[in-house]
């Protein structure tokens, strides 16, 4: 079992950086990819970013150039640099890890406006 803890969300205005934070716990031998997906109300569930535990990142289009995901330190720590953001990018962002079923983070709130 993983247990994921995201934070760093926040209100931004257009033209803002944010960066996102996703601590994982428990039994992580097993963890083959980390990512990011992002959630409006009433909308599905959009996959934005992963990281494999060999280091092949791979992004949306609509945040490509944009954000960035990257490990920390820490085992099982995983980034989301967001630049440049837009009202478009307004979600709740859910950190996933794969171990080897796919688990979820509770969210974090990214805000975009004026």
């Known amino acids: 079992q993983v247990r994921l803890v995201e934070s760093g969300g926040g209100l931004v205005q257009p033209g803002g950086s944010l960066r996102l934070s996703c601590a994982a716990s428990?039994?992580?031998?097993?963890?083959?990819?980390m990512g990011w997906h992002r959630q409006v109300p009433g909308f599905q569930r959009e996959w934005v970013a992963h990281i494999t535990s060999g280091g092949s990142t791979n992004y949306a289009e609509s945040v490509k150039g944009r954000f960035t995901i990257s490990t920390g330190d820490a085992k099982g720590t995983v980034y989301l640099q967001m630049s440049n953001l837009q009202p478009e990018d307004t979600a709740v962002y859910y950190c996933?890890?794969?171990?080897?079923?796919?688990?979820w983070g509770q969210g974090t709130q990214v805000t975009v406006s004026p």
């Open positions: 428990g039994n992580l031998s097993r963890v083959s990819s």
């Open positions: 996933h890890a794969d171990s080897p079923f796919r688990q």
